[in-house]
């Protein structure tokens, strides 16, 4: 089973087709085993996320996880706080900053 892994600080990956429990998935050099159901175009953990830890996708965080998330595990709202509000005020920050205001 194939996986889209883009960026090296990735900790996701994007299954490619429905994955079902016990299945070796394949994300660049990264191996992992789905540890439950993964519907196509979802998330896997490629590695343990600590509570509160960044998840990376496509090269850029994406949210938190709420809760300890284990290699090979789904990933999406139930185990990920949203963090759109928190990264929309940093960015406008230090676009603030840059153009001195």
């Known amino acids: ?6 960026e090296e600080n ?3 990956a994007v299954v490619a087709e429905d994955t079902a429990g016990g299945t070796r ?5 990264m191996i992992v085993t789905a540890r439950e159901a993964i519907g196509a175009g979802h998330k896997i953990a490629l ?9 990376y996708k496509y090269g850029v965080p994406i949210g ?14 139930h185990n ?10 940093a960015y406008a920050r230090d676009y603030r900053e840059r153009k001195g205001n």
């Open 47 to 55: 590695e343990d996320i600590g509570k509160d830890g960044m998840i």
């Open 80 to 89: 990920v706080v949203d963090i759109t509000e928190e990264l929309c005020r």
């Open 64 to 77: 938190k996880a709420a809760c300890d998330i284990r290699a090979g595990e789904f990933v999406h709202t």
């Open 10 to 12: 990735d900790n996701v």
């Open 1 to 6: 089973m194939k996986a889209l892994r883009v």
């Open 25 to 29: 998935v394949e994300a660049g050099d």
